[in-house]
């Protein structure tokens, strides 16, 4: 396995810096995943902070384990995504409504301002936007349990 020319590391300030090949310092880089639902462990770019690519990476797994666990680091600062699990509860069947849901990082409650804030993005998998602009991810509808399909069914 070959590892890449270039490197990572934080600086004093906690920010990531990207040593180009020829030796070139980028500071502030941010790491971005290229389908970070469909395919989250594939396809990372690393990018200035003006927005532009310096490296491509095809897989986060031709990393070296250090550098690794930081483009992972990067990602997860940037990325703030819970997924439903289950809804408890909803106020009402019109919109704007709050949404009482457990998510994989735990239980919370938002506002959903119209039906069209839930888009579905492939086969049954749903992405609901708060009032806020917080993405929730429903990865698969058709796996909730029975009281959470006939709740999210009112707005679908």
Known sequence: MTFPAFSLYRNAHGRLVYVSP???????????RAFP????SQGVSIVSAEGHELVWLDSMDTLPPQM????????ASREFMPEIQR?????????????????????????????EDIR????????VSDSHGIHYLLRDAAALDRHSRRLLDHFL
Not at 25 to 31: F, I, P, R, W
Not at 37 to 40: L, N
Not at 68 to 75: C, H, I, K, Y
């Open 22 to 32: 020829d030796g070139l310092l980028h500071e502030g880089v941010q790491a971005v």
């Open 37 to 40: 639902i469909s395919d989250p």
């Open 68 to 75: 690794r666990q930081q483009v992972a680091e990067a990602l």
């Open 87 to 115: 809804i408890e509860a909803v106020s009402a069947f019109a919109t704007p409504s709050v949404w009482q849901v457990l998510t994989d990082r735990g239980p919370t409650e938002f506002t959903l301002k119209g039906e």
């Open 120 to 127: 579905r993005l492939a086969g049954q998998t749903l992405l």
